[in-house]
């Protein structure tokens, strides 16, 4: 093992050791939280972006900027807030979090949305608490399980305690040898409200990308007069070609 890595290794006992003789909280001497009121809400914050036309300053040319719809939509928990201060009790701080959970209606896998590792939801200042989860943006926990519609269940949890780290002497992988807990007192899970993601109304996909820019060249007048100019000329000389040949035949019959 190189020196380097002896120190590493060394150090890193070192942070367990420290973490084995630190203080845990009283959890005996914390009161169980009730259960968090909260509602849900389906918000549709989509919209348009108009196709706009610009003048190239440099070629007077029309520049088109395709319209787009820009699909924007979240689920928002509102969580009515529990009063609450948080206080220290033998050297670790005592808080008060939230924890969501949703499934699909028709499934029976809950799916933790937080966890002492990710950390907890925390309390605002105002009477309550929102957190909005996207639909479209591909993110936890809507990992591409909505296409347009779907049914979705949730349920809060309140927990008052502490989060920090314990040794895991039974661990085999070095990451998990003093992994995040919570410890303290919770609420349970509450009731299970339930939310319908409505269809939404979308403009037909554009095939046009937004910015995307369509020059039309104006038709140059000048252009344009010299094509008359060119076509009166021929007319002119056709003309005056037809009639002096007709003048010379005319000479030739009376001679």
């Given amino acids: 093992m190189s020196k380097r890595a002896s120190l590493l290794f060394i150090a890193f006992f070192a942070v367990l050791s420290l973490i084995a003789v630190m203080p845990k909280p009283a959890s005996a001497s914390i009161t169980k939280p009730s259960f968090p009121g909260f509602t849900l809400k389906f918000v549709d914050a989509s919209y348009d972006v108009p196709t706009i036309y610009t003048i190239d300053p440099y070629t007077g040319a029309t520049v088109t900027h395709a319209g ?5 939509r979240t689920v928002e928990v509102s969580i009515k807030n529990h009063p609450f201060t948080k206080y220290e009790a033998d050297g670790q701080i005592i808080d008060f979090y939230v924890n969501i959970r949703m499934k699909g209606h028709y499934s029976e896998d809950w799916i933790n949305i937080y966890s002492p590792s990710r950390g907890f939801l925390t309390q605002s200042e105002s009477e309550y608490t929102k957190i909005a989860f996207s639909l479209d943006d591909n993110e936890f926990p809507f990992w591409d399980n909505f296409a347009q519609r779907g049914i979705v269940d949730f349920q809060v949890e309140a927990l008052m305690g502490s989060v920090h780290r314990i040794i895991n002497g039974s661990a085999t992988d070095i990451l998990q040898m003093a992994p995040w807990i919570f410890e303290g007192e919770k609420s349970g899970w509450s009731e299970t409200q339930t939310i319908t993601i409505p269809t ?3 403009s037909p996909p554009d095939s046009s990308t ?3 820019e369509l020059q039309q060249e104006p038709f140059p007048i000048a252009l344009l007069i010299t094509a008359i100019g060119v076509s009166v000329a021929i007319v002119s000389v056709s003309l005056l ?3 002096k040949k007709r003048h010379v ?6 001679i």
């Fill in 241 to 243: 070609v037809y009639f």
């Fill in 249 to 254: 035949k005319s000479i030739r019959r009376e």
């Fill in 210 to 212: 937004p910015d995307q």
């Fill in 200 to 202: 939404s109304a979308i």
């Fill in 68 to 72: 787009y719809h820009v699909q924007n």
